[in-house]
């Protein structure tokens, strides 16, 4: 291999979910301990990673032409290669569809990045999507460097095939990362700056383990140990099947103080005929049995959730269950999607596929209703004080942005510094951020 070749420079773009995210610092830690540089504007970079995602069809369709974009004046490519889950599912069509791309690699596999790009260099075509899950996280460098609001996969797979989902095809079976590897990731994830960390897995709250007494526990356990670094002060965790909301993760929310009053749910219908047609384990009843039981064990539990409308068959007055099951559990937030037919999966060629003017109209009216309760849900938080964790500058001059414990984006003018958890007062609100001032500000500041 010659050494003109070999990238010195690299961008990671992500994708998709937090996995994802945290998947491109993870890769991007690798590159750089092989030496190289991070560069911020993909145009300097001698290496460019698209870290995908296959979740639904625009997305898909974003990665071919991103890669298109890549494209400098010269004609000439950066040395691309093609990650996550689009890269898992279509690994051989992107080689052939797209010949500039060098490297494609599975969201199992990137352990074996760096090595697939030198070879790469030397002129190589390289495709690795094999799936051992768990030797990645060990062949991945130690964590040295965190910002505030720290990612940290705990679980990782899916084996609960709801029929629209590609997931379980993309990210494989359920593991659950071994104990003593995540507290002592979590450590240096605090020891490296970070005061928040969301533990990530596509079933998060199926992670179990054995803890350091040989003891079997589950996410609520993992949250009290953790609880236990000094530093950290938030633990937050996503995604949650509602068939895994056990017993004691639901206490957790009443007695471990670092577990932030936030709980993602998704339910994605509330009409029973659909939701068995999705292959969900829950019916709308037991979803707003759990969480009636989460709101017993926090009553200020702010709630989210994902939702699909349009999935194949669903009538008017299915659809009408979903909004019902919206009023009924006043969503703080929530994600909401037409549903997307994947290849390969059972509902892709269920019968009654619904029109595109329907699915948008239902998207349209759901949301509504969303963003109804979500500035609700705001609106009851003026007066609140709270602690606000500062992520980043606003746009204004000597503006902060961060998050409230309920996760809202809150915003305020004062002295302060990313990182800095400081204690405010919520004073005006909209439906997607909160307006706040600071109420532990040193004397004459
Ligand atoms: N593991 C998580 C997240 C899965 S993907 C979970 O089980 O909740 C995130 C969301 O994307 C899903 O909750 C679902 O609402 C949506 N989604 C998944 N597949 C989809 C599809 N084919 N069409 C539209 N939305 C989809
Ligand atoms: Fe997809 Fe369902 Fe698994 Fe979530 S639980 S990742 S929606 S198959
Ligand atoms: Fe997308 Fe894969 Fe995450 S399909 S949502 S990047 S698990």
Redesign the pocket.
């Known amino acids: 291999m010659s050494s003109d070749t070999t990238p010195r420079t690299f961008h990671v773009k992500s994708f998709g979910?937090q996995m994802n995210v945290y998947d491109g610092e993870r890769m991007a830690e690798l590159l750089a301990a092989q030496g190289m540089t991070a560069v911020d504007e993909r145009e300097a970079a001698d290496l460019v990673v698209l870290n995908t995602c296959h979740?639904?069809e625009k997305a898909t369709e974003k990665v071919y032409s991103d890669i298109g974009r890549l494209r400098r004046e010269d004609g000439s490519n950066p040395l691309i290669a093609v990650a996550g889950c689009v890269a898992q599912a279509e690994g051989e069509e992107i080689m052939t569809r797209a010949p500039q791309v060098r490297v494609v690699v599975g969201p199992q596999a990137y352990h074996r990045l760096p090595d697939m790009v030198a070879a790469a260099a030397s002129g190589t075509r390289e495709t690795e999507t094999d799936m051992p899950a768990e030797a990645k996280f060990a062949a991945l460098p130690q964590r040295r460097k965190s910002g505030p609001s720290a990612f940290l996969t705990i679980q990782e797979g899916?084996d609960?095939f709801?029929t629209?989902?590609?997931?379980p095809y993309t990210r494989g079976a359920e593991i659950s990362r071994p104990y003593a590897d995540l507290v002592e990731e979590a450590r240096l994830l605090v020891e490296g700056g970070a005061r928040e960390i969301t533990l990530l897995g596509?079933?998060v709250n199926a992670w179990h383990g054995e803890d350091d007494k040989g003891r079997t526990i589950g996410l609520a356990g993992l949250a009290a140990e953790l609880a236990r670094l000094p530093d950290l002060a938030r633990i937050r965790y996503t995604?949650s099947?509602p068939a895994d909301m056990d017993d004691a993760l639901i206490e957790a929310h009443g007695t471990n103080d670092k577990l932030m009053p936030f709980l993602h749910l998704?339910v994605?219908s509330g009409n029973d005929r659909v939701l068995k047609a999705m292959n969900r384990s829950h019916s709308a009843e037991s979803y707003l049995k759990i969480i009636e039981r989460v709101r017993a064990a926090r009553p200020d539990i702010a709630l989210s959730g994902?939702?699909?409308v349009g999935f194949p068959g669903e009538t008017e007055a299915e659809f009408a269950d979903t909004l019902a099951l919206i009023d009924a559990t006043r969503y703080a937030q929530a994600?909401s999607?037409?549903?997307?037919?994947?290849p390969g999966?059972p509902a892709a060629t269920m019968d009654d596929q619904i029109a595109a003017e329907i699915m948008d109209d239902r998207l349209k009216r759901l949301q509504t209703a969303i963003t109804r309760d979500q500035l609700a849900f705001n609106r009851a938080s003026v007066g609140k004080r709270c602690q606000v964790l500062i992520e980043r500058r606003g746009r204004q001059p000597g503006q902060w942005l961060g998050k409230s414990p309920w996760l809202q984006s809150v915003h305020f003018t004062d002295e302060a510094a990313i990182g800095d958890l400081v204690e405010v007062e919520l004073i005006e609100a909209g439906p997607n951020s909160i307006a706040g001032r600071r109420i532990d500000s040193t004397p004459g500041a």
């Open positions: 979910c979740i639904r899916c609960k709801c629209y989902c590609v997931v596509q079933n995604t099947h998704p994605q994902d939702f699909i994600f999607f037409k549903y997307s037919p994947r999966t």
